[in-house]
């Protein structure tokens, strides 16, 4: 290697003296990209977001409708040119609903029948997914299937040979007969999504607990349910909201007015005269609190009981 002097520097040789250009492209040569991609992840980003406020404002719509509505005048509910706002709010809907002849016996209906069918598909569904999930027996596959079958087959296909059994059985026009057609419905479902919360749990906790003298209800009570507690709430918010929203069902199995639930109460709003819309906007806006105030109670425990009753490893 030769020695060179540059004007003003001494004791540099020539390749010092250069800049390293190679170098200087090797280090810059992979950041030159991340502009470009970040532009990219950025446009995808606003895409996406953007696709769900669409959707979210089309879900939302038919809701804000609703209460739009029960909160106008009746000619503001009829004019052809859509009020986006009420101009005049009015609670005549409101009390117009409250005071139509059943309410409270219909929401005393609704109450019982709801509440009974949501602890009985919860109690059912909890020891059937347990037994499907933990124990080998012969069918269980087959059992699984058709469970699965039963629970794509629409309601409505269902309903007369379940009015034909009920007849026969003399459970028409009762609570009882209501409750287990509900229970009937919601059933497959509660199984299926409580067996995949059971199958998720380790086989290990359960084997600790037997080694520390629990039996087998101990084990499902202390050990399998808090840990299944968010499938257990995921199939009562379900079945909660199958059972309130019912009409057809309720329609069908039951003769006696003074029975009916509130769903067969909403329809009494639409006569050969018309259709009171104000009346029913509000009567479906007081028909939905407690689906809300149900969602509401239980929605914090949903993730509760992901990690109560774990063991360390």
Known sequence: MTTTTTPGV??????EAQPDVTGAGRASGPTAPVAPVRARRR??????NTIAVVFCLVWVFPIYWMVNTAFKPADEVTTLTPIWLPLRPTLENFTRALTQDGFLVYLRNSAIVVVAAVLLSIVVGFLASAALSRFRFRGRRAILVAILFVQMIPSGALLIPLFLSFQSLGLLNSYIGLILAYVASVLPFSIWVMR??????PVEIEEAAKVDGAGTFRILWS??????MPGVIATSVFAFIAAWNDYLTAYVMLKDQGMYTLPVWLAGFSTDKGTD?????????LFSIPVVVFFLIVQRRLVSG????????
Request: glycine share 14%; proline share 2%.
């Open 10 to 15: 001494t004791g540099v040789t020539a390749s």
């Open 196 to 201: 995949g919360f059971f199958v998720a749990v």
């Open 223 to 228: 050990v399998l349910f808090p840990l299944v």
């Open 43 to 48: 446009k995808r980003r606003v895409v996406a």
């Open 306 to 313: 992901m990690t109560a009753g774990a063991v360390k490893g």
């Open 277 to 285: 819309f104000g009346g029913l906007m509000a009567a479906s806006v």
